[in-house]
């Protein structure tokens, strides 16, 4: 299911890049808000990371627990990490495109590509943002359900028993 979500983002990506190309040629009011949008969403994910990453948000229990969950933590991040590397690439390549824009003429091949680069790993990684909400609750589901897991065991209660109308 996720490769076919990633596939389907970077179609309509490249679909976006190549026929949108036109008009984000000479536009530096819309290069402006690309800008704005991606450092925005940019920081947000930093902050999202340092929260989701924080060792403090390891569940109480053995060391093996934390290890497993350590693990598992780490290949979560790692979609947000190359998210975040994906709005940072979009920066970097309007600001090439802005200092192309002055140095190449307007025919030039080299503004061309870099105009679709940036639009297609912006509208990408614009698409892949909608994946986040539903990841970032998935984590908080899981340490919710570790947390009560926990308080179960100091409680003496099974873990595998639920509640009366559950």
Not at 6 to 30: E, M, R, T
Not at 83 to 98: E, K, P, S
Request: charge should be neutral; hydrophobic fraction near 50%; include cysteine.
């Amino acid at each position: 299911m996720r490769a076919i979500f990633i596939i389907g983002c970077a179609l309509v990506g490249a679909l976006a890049a190549y026929f949108g190309q036109p008009s984000v040629h000479k536009n530096p009011d819309l290069i402006l808000i690309i800008i704005t949008v991606f450092t925005v969403f940019a920081g947000f994910l930093i902050a999202i990371i340092t929260i989701i990453g924080d060792p403090i948000m390891i569940p109480h229990g053995s060391w093996r627990i934390a290890e497993v969950r350590r693990d598992v933590m780490m290949s979560r991040l790692s979609w947000h990490v190359g998210l975040l590397i994906c709005y940072l690439l979009t920066i970097g390549l309007l600001f090439t495109g802005v200092v192309l824009e002055k140095a190449l003429d307007e025919h030039s091949l080299w503004r061309l590509w870099v105009e679709r680069s940036y639009l297609f790993v912006g509208v990408t990684s614009f698409l892949f943002t909608f994946a986040l909400p539903s990841a970032l609750v998935q984590m908080q589901s899981a340490r919710y359900d570790a947390e009560i897991e926990r308080r179960r065991r100091e409680a003496g209660i099974d873990p595998t028993d639920k509640p009366d109308g559950a």
